[in-house]
């Protein structure tokens, strides 16, 4: 420490005018790429904490994809393929025209309440209107 003040007290030694200056623009200069840098490690971090999350997602999901695709796979072949229920057509024929009759029955009923309901809903938006 002497030899610091030793040479502090030196007046021999020539001080540029623009000496105090420059230190000034220097500590701004540090002080502006310091909280660059911490707005630069908070983004990091940021971004850290998405890949953590990502990568603790898709591992899991992968995983579950993997465990899926296999049961498919495994249980594709147990799936016995439809038979035909009837070896004479015409009984195959009866049966549709049976079937073809109860969904039509259904409709009938179905488009009897639309027909009931379709003045009231036209008196509603009349109201409405």
Do not use: C, W
Not at 24 to 34: D, H
Not at 110 to 129: Q, Y
Request: charged residues 30%; proline residues 5%; hydrophobic residues 40%.
């Amino acid at each position: 420490m002497l030899d610091l003040d030793r040479i502090a007290s030196d007046e021999s030694i020539k001080v540029p005018a623009s000496l105090k200056h420059d230190i000034a623009v220097t500590a701004r200069a540090l002080e502006m790429s310091s909280k660059e840098e911490d707005e630069v490690k908070k983004t990091h971090t940021h971004h850290h904490r998405y890949r953590k999350i990502l990568k603790m997602i898709s591992y899991p999901a992968a995983a579950v994809a993997v465990v899926t695709i296999g049961l498919h796979l495994s249980f594709q072949d147990s799936i016995p393929t439809p038979k035909d229920t009837f070896d004479d057509p015409k009984m195959a024929y009866v049966q549709m025209e049976q079937v073809f009759g109860f969904i039509s029955e259904k409709m009938n009923t179905g488009m009897d309440i639309a027909d009931v309901a379709e003045p009231v809903i036209d008196k509603t938006i009349n109201a409405l209107r």
